[in-house]
């Protein structure tokens, strides 16, 4: 309980918690916060550790720990401080579809920009006012869909997860080509020729056939931009049949 209390304190008053502990001049929560973050978006999740923090810092780990408690508790000020930045476009006066589309747009520009996030689990999210704002803008993009409260949070659960699912993948595509160095169009360059002697067309016709087409009008075996394009569509469009339903059972109340 305490230990969760001191998380909770550090998200909501990370001011009073270092006075509480003492001042190092120049050292605050939000420097030890914002040098994680820099960390995570140069190099990746596993380079953010107490330790490394702390050198980046220009200080002994002990230090570090008068601030922030454990590496977990970090993660977790990162993720709610992201989520604080996060831009939010204005939502009224739209039709539902496009607040929905705008909600997803920033949910994949947040996860483009700092690739970590998806690293981090979604069933325990930081209880901060970061999350806070982001949940309290993104329910909002559903007013007058005609949703109860249940619905409104699985709806909204629903399209976060289509993008968190979409933006992951991007994520993994441009780490494997950046690993490889060598961009999709190379790879089946070097590859298409030696599938083309050993795969036979006619026992597997169906996906000879959609390959090459998908192939030919996407240009890559694998398109997240497409993806993620078609995939928002459908479910905006399995949204709607939710939406609709209950909007007219409202209307006909």
Same mark, same amino acid.
């Given at each position: 309980? +305490?230990?969760?209390?001191?998380?909770?304190d550090?998200?909501?008053? @990370? !001011?009073?918690?270092e006075?509480?502990?003492?001042? &190092? /001049?120049?050292?605050?929560?939000?420097?030890?916060?914002?040098?994680?973050i820099?960390?995570?978006?140069?190099?990746?999740? $596993?380079?953010?550790s107490?330790?490394? =923090?702390?050198?980046?810092?220009?200080?002994?780990?002990?230090?570090?720990?008068t601030?922030?408690?454990?590496?977990?508790?970090?993660?977790?000020?990162?993720l709610?401080? =992201?989520? *604080?930045?996060?831009?939010?476009?204005?939502? @009224?006066?739209? /039709?539902?579809?496009?607040?929905?589309? +705008? #909600?997803?747009?920033?949910?994949?520009?947040?996860?483009? !920009?700092?690739?970590?996030?998806?690293?981090?689990?979604?069933?325990?999210?930081?209880l901060? @006012?970061?999350?806070?704002?982001?949940?309290?803008?993104e329910?909002?993009?559903?007013?007058?869909?005609?949703?109860? $409260? =249940? +619905?409104? $949070?699985?709806a909204?659960?629903?399209?976060?997860?289509? =993008?968190?699912?979409?933006?992951?993948?991007?994520? !993994?595509?441009?780490?494997?080509?950046?690993?490889g160095h060598?961009?999709?169009?190379?790879?089946?360059?070097? &590859?298409? /020729?030696?599938?083309e002697?050993?795969?036979?067309q006619?026992?597997? /016709?169906?996906?000879?056939?959609?390959?090459?087409?998908?192939?030919?009008a996407?240009?890559?075996?694998?398109?997240?931009?497409h993806?993620?394009?078609?995939?928002?569509?459908?479910?905006?469009?399995g949204?709607? #049949? *939710?939406?609709?339903?209950?909007?007219?059972?409202?209307a006909?109340?």
């Open positions: 309980m +305490a230990e969760a209390r001191r998380t909770l550090l998200l909501w008053f @990370p !001011e009073a918690a006075r509480k502990r003492g001042r &190092r /001049p120049g050292l605050t929560v939000a420097r030890v916060v914002e040098t994680g820099a960390l995570a978006d140069a190099e990746g999740l $596993d380079a953010v107490m330790r490394r =923090v702390a050198n980046e810092l220009g200080v002994v780990p002990m230090t570090l720990y601030y922030v408690p454990d590496k977990a508790t970090l993660l977790e000020l990162m709610d401080r =992201v989520y *604080l930045a996060m831009p939010r476009v204005a939502l @009224p006066d739209r /039709p539902w579809r496009e607040r929905l589309a +705008a #909600i997803a747009g920033e949910n994949r520009r947040l996860v483009e !920009e700092h690739p970590w996030v998806t690293g981090l689990p979604a069933s325990r999210p930081p901060g @006012p970061g999350l806070m704002a982001k949940y309290e803008h329910l909002r993009a559903f007013d007058d869909c005609g949703l109860d $409260d =249940v +619905a409104r $949070d699985s909204l659960t629903f399209l976060i997860g289509f =993008v968190q699912s979409s933006a992951r993948a991007a994520v !993994e595509e441009r780490a494997a080509a950046g690993r060598e961009t999709d169009w190379e790879w089946w360059q070097e &590859r298409g /020729p030696a599938l002697v050993i795969f036979d006619h026992a597997y /016709p169906t996906a000879a056939r959609v390959g090459a087409a998908a192939g030919e996407l240009g890559t075996a694998y398109d997240p931009d993806a993620y394009v078609f995939g928002l569509e459908r479910v905006l469009d949204l709607s #049949i *939710l939406i609709n339903t209950e909007s007219g059972r409202d006909g109340r």
